[in-house]
């Protein structure tokens, strides 16, 4: 018989040893995480776990976690008749990598666990307050972070009895996403082209920007030559994203592309100047002809002998520079990228302007 009692007393030892390292925390990997394959303290106590929601609170604003900040994490598990509550809680990404640094905000009430990837509670901070227990620990984000960072915590009420019987295993997650900060931008300027001398209002839009904080400038540059520009007149800010703006456009500036800038915003290419129209008492108006057009190899352009002829593109590059020699000139445009072009023609000093378009 004294054989028989001290086999039971070497099989209740170890398992007596195991149930006290629990009382003083999780041995680690419990969380239900993926990370952690799921498992919780089911693991080594009776029972399934339940599901809850809010258990895991935080000071991570709305907006989400910056990379580099530190932040608290307090987990809170509450069960009617509790007599012990432990708990442990791990970071990971969307892909369950453990993520961030655990840092002890309460050292005597945790302690690490899971090769300091996870904090769970020690023999100190197991006894509840009344039918809850609360925990908190500091998460500092990676930086570099990743999109979103997931807390799993799982809890463990237990009864008390000494055993792993009757104890309530609880699990709980919150994600947060990273913080983005704004990225202002225009998006489009209606219309997105006028004439030479062109004096009216136009229409800027952006995305994520804040202009009712007031706009102090709205300036065209040539994208080919930032010294040639206009600016607004008069801007009228109707929303955080659109703003109304007078503008004039000088008769002889540089017709193409132009870039919009609002303050320190930049939209490349975002406005095109186009040649002005031909005035009714231009003889070069009926002297000027353009066809077929649009054109796809060659182009014929008509013209008093000895005038000049310009092609630009509509980011003011010159293609071509002809002079007539014949009242009619056949130009090859088969190695020009389809879209529009500006013809000039002047002569005696009386200048035309016609557009083509390259198919």
Not at 152 to 175: E, L, P
């Amino acid at each position: 018989m004294k054989i028989i009692y001290k086999a039971l007393l070497l099989f209740a030892l170890p398992f007596t040893l195991v149930l006290y390292s629990y009382n003083s925390g999780s041995p680690g990997g419990k969380t239900g995480s993926a990370g952690d394959g799921g498992n919780t303290c089911t693991d080594c106590h009776s029972g399934t776990s339940q599901s809850q929601t809010g258990w895991i609170t935080s000071d991570i604003p709305a907006e989400g976690f910056t990379a580099g900040d530190t932040y608290t994490i307090t987990a809170t598990g509450t069960h009617s008749g509790v007599v012990k509550f432990g708990f442990e809680l791990t970071a990971e990404d969307s892909f369950g990598s453990k993520i961030g640094t655990l840092s002890l905000a309460e050292p005597t009430r945790t302690k690490f666990t899971n090769a300091n990837k996870a904090v769970t509670h020690t023999a100190a901070g197991n006894t509840p307050s009344g039918n809850s227990n609360s925990w908190t620990v500091d998460w500092t984000a990676p930086d570099p972070a990743p999109s979103v960072v997931k807390f799993n915590a799982a809890f463990n009420a237990a009864n008390g009895n000494g055993n792993t019987g009757g104890d309530q295993i609880y699990t709980s997650v919150i994600s947060y996403d990273l913080y983005l900060p704004p990225n202002p931008q225009i998006t489009m300027v209606e219309p997105n082209h006028a004439q030479q001398g062109f004096v009216g209002e136009l229409t800027i839009t952006g995305d994520e920007t804040d202009w009712t904080s007031g706009v102090d400038e709205v300036r065209f540059v040539f994208h080919d030559d930032s010294d040639v520009f206009f600016i607004a007149d008069q801007i009228t800010v109707n929303l955080d994203n659109m703003i109304t703006v007078s503008v004039s456009i000088p008769m002889d500036i540089e017709i193409g592309s132009y870039d919009v800038h609002v303050d320190e915003l930049e939209l490349e290419n975002g406005f095109i100047v186009d040649v002005i129209d031909a005035l009714d008492d231009n003889y070069l108006a009926d002297a000027v002809s353009i066809y077929p057009n649009p054109a796809s190899d060659h182009v014929v352009v008509t013209a008093p002998i000895g005038s000049q002829v310009v092609i630009s593109d509509i980011a003011g590059r010159r293609i071509s520079e002809n002079e007539f020699i014949n009242e009619k000139m056949n130009i090859n445009i088969s190695s020009y990228n389809t879209g529009l072009y500006f013809v000039q023609v002047t002569h005696n000093g009386t200048a035309f302007s016609g557009k083509l378009i390259k198919r």
